[in-house]
């Protein structure tokens, strides 16, 4: 089989690879009908963040399954579902508590896309292993294009429960995202209208963005007005990678409101602790539990709710390691369906 290999910064090969074959009774083989890059995949690309060279890159897809193990019950060859980034088994502790992002039947961050804790390989590759079949996968509802559906395994259920975490406790008020990624920002945008936000706002430097979430009936200003925005949203999205505007954000969270910042920030960074204090505010980041959420999600994709092709491109799979080094926010790679339906 071929996949699509990260050899370094602005390189990308298909490369030639075994077939991976089931190798236990949990286990399944799909192959991605539509993957696309989470925002972590641009920096990877692009050198920002380094794991290495020469590694099987992608972890967004939805998926068709090929084979199953002998002990899967609620998965079956054909079936179209979402993929996962992080390996979970559906069981343990940590997953039965709705943490399968830090499921103890693996190390931690073992997940497809980047030698983190071990390979598992890249989602943009003709077949896949999947350790856990019924715990992993979820089944793509009918009439659901898994091309609106790729960004599910990562960034679009991301964004869903950073809005989720504020507006569940806070319902019908005020949202605001603080973004500079390509997707995530855009995407908190779509959730938060279709979870009932009282009034949206973007703070973004990106004109088109800005575009897209004007289009929706948010506000949008591309720098954050101290003057205009502190202390005024009790739900603030952190969608930067830049500490300075996550400092930012927090000066926007109202007294008692929640911030979820659902951006890598790699290394450590100082945060404003006095002005959270006086705000008497909560702060939520970390790796998203993306498994327990995608039903919601997904519901909200049969509904209409929301639109990830507003935001994604589609494209040829052969084409992928010229697209992904091109400009789009969010190229979508398509790949024929291996049985006929």
């Known amino acids: 089989m071929e996949s699509l290999h990260f050899i370094g910064k602005n390189t990308l090969r298909w490369t030639e690879q075994p077939d991976p074959t089931v190798d236990g009774p ?9 993957s696309t890059t989470c925002d972590l995949d ?26 199953v193990g002998s002990g899967v019950r609620t998965i079956a060859p054909g079936d179209v579902c979402v993929v996962p980034w992080h390996i979970n088994c559906g069981t343990c502790g940590n997953c039965r508590l709705g943490l399968s992002a830090a ?5 931690g961050l073992s997940g497809y896309g980047a030698p983190i804790a071990g390979t598992f390989g890249g989602l943009f590759s003709e077949l896949v292993r999947v350790p856990f079949a019924d715990g992993m996968l979820t089944k793509l509802p009918p009439g659901v294009d898994p091309v609106r559906a ?23 008020t005020s949202v605001l995202v603080v973004n ?13 209208i279709a979870l009932g936000a009282g009034s949206v706002t973007l703070v973004d430097a990106d004109e088109q963005r800005r575009e897209h979430a004007r289009s929706l009936g948010a506000q949008v200003f591309p720098t954050i007005d101290a003057a205009r925005h502190h202390s005024r949203f009790p739900v603030v999205i952190g969608a930067s990678p830049h500490p300075k505007l996550l400092a930012e954000a927090i000066r926007c969270v109202a007294p008692g409101g929640h911030l979820s910042n659902v951006a890598m920030i790699f290394g450590n960074a100082s945060l404003p602790l006095w002005d959270m204090y006086q705000r008497d505010m ?9 498994t327990p959420h995608l039903e919601a999600v997904l519901g909200l994709l049969e509904g209409d709710r929301i639109h990830p092709e507003q935001v994604s491109t589609t494209h040829a799979w052969a084409d992928a390691p010229e697209v992904l080094l091109g400009p ?4 979508v790679l398509v790949a024929p369906r291996a049985t006929a339906v």
């Open 26 to 34: 949990a286990e399944a083989i799909v192959h991605p009908l539509a």
């Open 42 to 67: 641009r920096a990877i690309v692009g050198g920002v963040v380094d794991f290495g060279t020469d590694y099987p890159i992608g972890h967004e897809c939805v998926a068709e399954v090929i084979s």
């Open 103 to 107: 499921c103890t039947a693996y190390p």
């Open 150 to 172: 790729a960004s599910c395994g990562d960034n679009l259920t991301d964004a869903y429960v950073a809005v989720w975490r504020g507006l569940s406790t806070r319902p019908g």
């Open 180 to 192: 500079s990624l390509s997707s995530l920002g855009s995407f908190a945008v779509q959730h938060a």
């Open 282 to 290: 909560t702060l939520s980041t970390g790796f998203v539990s993306v």
């Open 328 to 331: 789009h926010a969010k190229p």
